[in-house]
Nanobody, 117 residues
């Protein structure tokens, strides 16, 4: 049984930092492209950042220079370091593990991030 468990969300003031973690079980994380997505109320889920099996990363323009995705294959965990947080970063953040399209991948249950102004 595959499980992705996110943690690290919470309430933070604008300008603050959080680090999200996503720990996988039931899969070998190193074989997957890992992504962080977020969904704000009334909006579609959007890609925040992704890291491929080979370690190549991609960050959305809205978080470039503020957020950093990384992976620790030995711990079967992917991280999202979020700095200089803004109120518009408020959303539920989801972890995704995919061999191909993210639509066919596994999802975590989500962790709430709330940034107050």
């Amino acid at each position: 049984q595959v499980q992705l468990v996110e943690s690290g969300g919470g309430l933070v003031q604008a300008g603050g930092s959080l680090r999200l973690s996503c720990t996988a079980s039931g899969i070998i994380l190193s074989l997957y492209t890992m992504g962080w997505y977020r969904q704000a109320p009334g909006k579609q889920r959007e890609l925040v950042a992704a890291v491929t099996r080979s370690g190549n990363t991609n960050h959305a323009d809205s978080v470039l220079g503020r957020f950093t995705i990384s992976r620790d294959n030995a711990k079967n965990t992917v991280y999202l370091q979020m700095n200089s947080l803004k109120p518009e970063d408020t959303a539920v953040y989801y972890c995704n593990a995919a061999l191909g399209s993210y639509r066919d991948g596994y999802w975590g249950q989500g962790t709430q991030v709330t940034v107050s102004s």
